[in-house]
């Protein structure tokens, strides 16, 4: 394996015996590195789950699952109680913590849900739209009032026209146009009302 990586690095264009024997020693630590950090590893399972204890099935035997579980739960309590202070071995610090501000969270959105206002804001918005509700009747009866008096004289202009000597004296003036402006005013003025 060795002489193919010395291959591939003179095949790249590094032919310096300084930058190979670097290479190789890098390699060589890596690969002890790895196996010294996984022999740990393995020898830390093979304690923790071979560990004599009266309670087991035998003295120096094996425990078994149920017995590596109970274990497990113990060895978690006591790291906990080491972390945290507390004497249950349960999670207490930052979750507790955490699950406090989440619940005075909610608390404060279900308070905020259930607003209701004030009984000086209702008797506030009961004025303003009553107000509302009669200046808006008196702009209608207003605008009916001009609908009204635009139709009146757009009947008599029409009846004016029909004679052939009164058409010419309307002609000459711009009393129809000017009728019929307001007349349109007047009804957009009026539909706009009726939309609100």
């Known amino acids: 394996m060795l002489i193919s990586i010395s291959k591939v690095l003179n095949c790249i264009g590094i032919d310096s015996c300084l930058r190979?024997?670097?290479?190789?020693?890098?390699?060589?630590?890596?690969?002890?590195?790895?196996?010294?950090?996984?022999?740990?590893?393995?020898?830390?399972?093979?304690?923790?789950?071979?560990?004599?204890?009266?309670?087991?099935?035998?003295?120096?035997?094996?425990?078994?699952?149920?017995?590596k579980e109970r274990l497990g739960r113990q060895s978690m309590r006591a790291i906990h109680e080491q972390m945290d202070g507390d004497k249950d071995g349960f999670f207490q610090s930052s979750e507790s913590t955490d699950l406090k501000i989440a619940l005075n969270q909610a608390e404060e959105h279900a308070q905020q849900e259930s607003y209701e206002p004030s009984s000086e804001l209702i008797d506030l918005l009961k004025r303003t739209y009553r107000t509302e509700e009669i200046a808006f009747e008196v702009k209608r009866k207003l605008t009916e009032n001009s609908l009204m008096t635009a139709k009146e004289q757009m009947n008599k202009i029409s009846k004016m026209q029909k004679g052939v000597f009164h058409a010419l004296r309307i002609a000459h003036t711009n009393c129809i146009v000017n009728v019929k402006e307001r007349l349109t005013e007047i009804h957009d003025e009026y539909v706009e009302r009726e939309e609100r």
């Open 20 to 67: 190979t024997e670097q290479f190789f020693t890098l390699i060589v630590i890596c690969l002890v590195s790895f196996d010294y950090y996984y022999h740990q590893s393995d020898q830390n399972n093979i304690i923790a789950y071979n560990i004599p204890d009266p309670e087991c099935t035998g003295i120096f035997n094996i425990c078994t699952d149920v017995d």
